[in-house]
């Protein structure tokens, strides 16, 4: 299939040839939601934990005789119904990482990008860099396309880029090489060179 090439503000539109097997593929709802549950859940920290009674410190001795006394019994101090005391149901430090294939990681990355092709949501140009590291050069570059939302993907991006990206909240610039699920379908459109398009296509095929 052919990906048009968007040259702004600079020319007539060109086209790019890329592999039907990558970016028109079917999209695999199922397969995409596994694996965006998948990454969120192994980004989780599971370092949560509280102390149950048998983890707090003293309440080895019975805090008072069994009778006689008029109040309930008790064998510790450190009970959960005591100030004090332990947690009933104390949480532990847990691992949420889910195992994902890496032939279903690249199944997903191509029913994704393929949606993005079908929605007009990625956006091919060129090349993608800014001769200043100023956020004013990167919206006016950014206007050409249409664009206000935006992951921009490049190869190795310049630092320009990134400095001009810092103070955009809707702007986030990555390497082709970091591209994931969960960047691919959370911002608006996907603005990505032509030379990333080829390394992903490569990636993936």
């Not at 596994?34 to 934990?49: D, E, H, L, N, P």
């Not at 691919?184 to 459109?189: D, N, P, S, T, Y």
């Amino acid at each position: 299939m052919d990906l048009n090439v968007q040259a702004g503000s600079a020319g007539n539109p060109e086209t790019l040839q890329v592999a039907d097997a990558v970016f028109a593929v079917e999209l695999n709802e199922a397969l995409v939601h596994q694996v965006i549950t998948a990454y969120m859940a192994t980004a989780r920290s599971g370092t949560k934990a509280q102390k149950s009674r048998a983890a707090v410190s003293g309440g080895g001795a019975k805090p008072f005789r069994q009778k006689g006394m008029g109040r309930a019994r008790a064998g510790t101090s450190r009970s959960p119904i005591w100030r004090s005391g332990g947690v009933t149901f104390a949480a532990s430090p847990t691992n949420y990482v889910q195992k994902v294939n890496r032939k279903m990681y690249r199944g997903a990355l191509r029913s994704i990008l393929s949606e993005l092709v079908r929605q007009e949501r990625l956006i091919v140009v060129p090349e993608i860099a800014v001769d200043v590291p100023r956020t004013k050069a990167l919206t006016t570059k950014l206007k050409e396309y249409g664009v206000s939302e935006a992951l921009i993907v490049g190869v190795q991006p310049d630092e320009n880029l990134y400095l001009a990206a810092r103070n955009l909240k809707d702007i986030y610039v990555c390497d082709v090489n970091q591209v994931d699920p969960m960047s691919l379908i959370g911002f608006e459109k996907v603005l990505i060179s032509t030379a990333a398009v080829k390394q992903l296509e490569e990636r993936l095929s």
